[in-house]
Structures are given as structure tokens and as C-alpha cells.
């Protein structure tokens, strides 16, 4: 079992940045892959990032190719994303994910059904 506990977020403007963390309980979390999702109002959850559970490969969503970058520190247990040149369009509730996937598929990554555990969300607003 894991845990996902989430924490950064909160309120920036546009060009702004943010750090989001994702602390995960137990031993295991160097074998889980990582990913972030997000799902602004009246929208479906969509794919953000995701990491490998080596560390060896990322994916990102195009929309924030190039502006957010996904990182994860097994020694801390913790998953990152960082979010740089943030965009009213990047509002949402974020949320991190970890998956027993020991592959490097970007599709598969950036499928819900991939992941097995969820943080809580944490809500990102970028205002114009």
C-alpha cells in the first residue's frame, strides 16, 4: 500500500512559478513509475507528466512541454513538479499518481489505468 500526500500549489500570476511535491509512504517507492494529471473545471482529468520508476525517462503532455519539468528524489521519497511560465490555462487541481509499472511505454504512462495510488489534489490558479 501507498500513500500520496501533496503539497505546494496555491495562487500565482501568469509567467509565475510553482513547485508541487508528492510524498509517498513505504518502502517501494523506487519501483513505482510517477505521474501528474490535472482536471480544470468542467474538464476531464487529463495527462500532465510522468516519470519511470528508474528516474530514466520523462513524458509531457504538449501543452507543457518545455514549462514544466517532472523529477523525483527516491531518497526522499517525494516526486516533484515543476511548473515555470505558468498560464491561465494551467488552472486546475493537480494531482500525483504512482503505478507499479516497471516499463518506459509513454502511452501507458499517461494512462489512469496505469496508476494504483492518487494523492489528494491540490489546487493550481494562475491569474491573468
Known amino acids: 500500500q501507498v500513500q500520496l500526500v501533496q503539497s505546494g500549489g496555491g495562487l500565482v500570476q501568469a509567467g509565475g512559478s510553482l513547485r508541487l511535491s508528492c510524498a509517498a509512504s513505504g518502502r517501494t517507492f523506487s519501483s513505482y513509475a510517477m505521474g501528474w494529471f490535472r482536471q480544470a473545471p468542467e474538464k476531464e482529468r487529463e495527462f500532465v507528466a510522468a516519470?519511470?520508476?528508474?528516474?530514466?525517462?520523462?513524458y509531457y503532455a504538449d501543452s507543457v512541454k518545455g514549462r514544466f519539468t517532472i523529477s523525483r528524489d527516491n531518497t526522499k521519497n517525494t516526486a516533484y513538479l515543476q511548473m515555470n511560465s505558468l498560464k491561465p490555462e494551467d488552472t486546475a487541481v493537480y494531482y500525483c499518481a504512482a503505478g507499479d509499472y516497471r516499463g518506459a511505454n509513454r502511452y501507458s504512462l499517461q494512462e489512469f489505468n496505469t496508476y494504483n495510488y492518487w494523492g489528494q489534489g491540490t489546487q493550481v490558479t494562475v491569474s491573468s
Open positions: 516519470i519511470t520508476w528508474s528516474g530514466g525517462n520523462t
